[in-house]
């Protein structure tokens, strides 16, 4: 059998805490070599990929996404969501339970599966969610097919509201994979909105979003699942953190219970409301720049261990209202690299350090196999971007299905210019492989 040889020259690689010039060499769907020599092209190599004044990293690791598929097709699905990810330099996504049927029972997970095997353009896995009576399809489940359990412990979708003390109790006590918990107190978000409507003759406006989903309902929820986790000895990682306040609980570096900052909260805050509106309402809410600052200053210290995207379309229809109407959710996979990179440059993360968030801890905190990583053995799931590079966003750059973002009008100075996946190039400036299928993630 013939084997499909691949150099990449001339790249500067951001790998592992270092930042090195050197090449790859990707031999099928496996990375073969790294070395800081400049490895000449010549006819042993099938393909020779010239990276000179790009980054090179390892793919990123999207631990949370909502593609929307089976159910809600009409928001997106698993074909124009993964090609989204694909021109974003996302190399494996985690899918979010919380579609129709959702994801509480193994022929869901199932079913799932078999939608990606046939639709999905990069990597992927499920997530099987949590409610108050499924314990035993939780621990049913192969641990090594599915990253982790979901947990809404603020959610009204459905019956996926986790708020009984003896389920919790059962689920912190007897799953044996991370609990990625949704943190916010459903009690006290619903006692802000009748507040705020009993003294408003409108509904609320968007603006006040962040005083109904509070600081007050995500501290006490987040509150809840530390302790939780501690008790019992849980691997606990917080979705989408927002709060100065809920960094309190988070010990650095601890690798018990982690969290994740997404990146419409470490970009945008409350103060953009004014401009943007509903495009940036999302549960938990895009608080206060205080907030945002100490999200900020928490990549670095250890406290925020991933940066996710929550990406969550909607139909432009769906986003119109007050707090109360409008949808909460903003499609984010495609622009989070590019958005990072410019955060970057402005002395927010370092670059090892946002690869570390992006791609190597995910993979860690998750137990992924054979990714997250440039190293020898490892599947080949390659970014290349390149700096200097101008463009703005448009409705008509945007692939998801929704065709907006909150960053419509922005301009990158980054450019994601090749994905690889599995070896495949399936991204390559704006073209997309869409015949390219990804593969099933394994774990553990």
């Known amino acids: ?65 909502h593609f929307r598929e089976p ?22 996504f985690f899918d979010m339970p919380n579609t129709i049927p959702q994801t509480t029972t193994l022929e869901a997970l199932d079913e799932k599966f078999e939608l990606a095997k046939k639709k999905s353009h990069v990597n992927y896995s499920f997530f099987i969610g949590a409610t108050n009576g499924n314990i035993d399809i939780l621990t049913k489940t192969d641990i090594h097919h599915i990253p982790g359990v979901k947990l809404f412990m603020g959610s009204s979708t459905g019956n996926m509201l986790v708020d ?7 689920i912190f006590s007897n799953v044996k994979v991370p609990i990625m918990a949704h943190c916010e107190d459903t009690a006290i978000i619903n006692r802000n909105m009748e507040n705020l409507k009993n003294t408003s003759t409108i509904f609320p406006d968007i603006t006040l979003h962040p005083l109904i989903r509070s600081e007050e309902a995500c501290y006490k929820s987040t509150s809840l699942a530390v302790e939780m986790a501690r008790r019992f000895g849980t691997r606990l990682h917080i979705a989408h953190i927002t709060t100065a306040k809920e960094l309190e609980l988070i010990a650095p570096n601890d690798r018990q219970i982690t969290a994740e900052a997404t990146v419409g909260h470490l970009f945008f805050c409350d103060e953009d409301y004014k401009t943007l509106g ?12 205080k907030d945002r600052d100490a999200l900020r200053k928490a990549l670095n210290d250890g406290r925020i261990s991933v940066i996710g995207t929550d990406h969550a379309p909607h139909l432009p229809l769906q986003k119109e209202g007050g707090c109360d109407k409008a949808a909460s959710g903003m499609p ?8 990072m990179l410019e955060l970057s440059d ?31 053995g490892y ?14 966003v448009t409705k008509e750059c945007i692939i998801s299905r929704c065709k907006w973002s909150p960053m419509e009008g922005h301009t990158f100075n980054w450019k994601v210019e090749r994905t690889i996946c599995n070896g495949h190039t399936i991204y390559n400036s704006g073209q997309i492989d869409s015949r390219y299928i990804g593969e099933q993630i394994l774990f553990r």
């Open 1 to 65: 059998m013939t084997t499909m040889k691949t150099l990449i020259c001339n790249a500067k690689i951001v790998n592992e805490n270092k930042t090195f010039s050197g090449s790859i060499v990707i031999e099928d769907e496996y990375i073969s070599e790294i070395t800081t020599e400049q490895i000449q092209p010549d006819a042993s190599f099938d393909e020779t990929i010239d990276a000179s004044g790009c980054l090179v990293m390892p793919g990123v690791i999207d631990d949370h996404v």
């Open 71 to 92: 159910g809600l097709t009409d928001k997106a699905d698993m074909d124009t969501e993964s090609r989204a990810a694909a021109a974003g330099g996302v190399t494996t």
């Open 164 to 170: 009984k003390k003896e389920a919790l109790e059962n």
């Open 278 to 289: 509903a495009k940036i309402k999302v549960n938990p809410s895009i608080k206060s720049a």
């Open 332 to 339: 984010m996979i495609q622009f989070s690299l590019p958005a």
């Open 346 to 376: 402005s002395g927010v993360i370092g670059k090892e350090r946002m690869v570390e968030l992006m791609c190597h801890n995910p993979a860690r905190i998750f137990e992924v196999r054979e990714r997250g990583f440039i190293r020898r």
């Open 379 to 392: 599947k080949a799931d390659i970014v290349i971007v390149r700096p200097n590079s101008p463009w703005t």
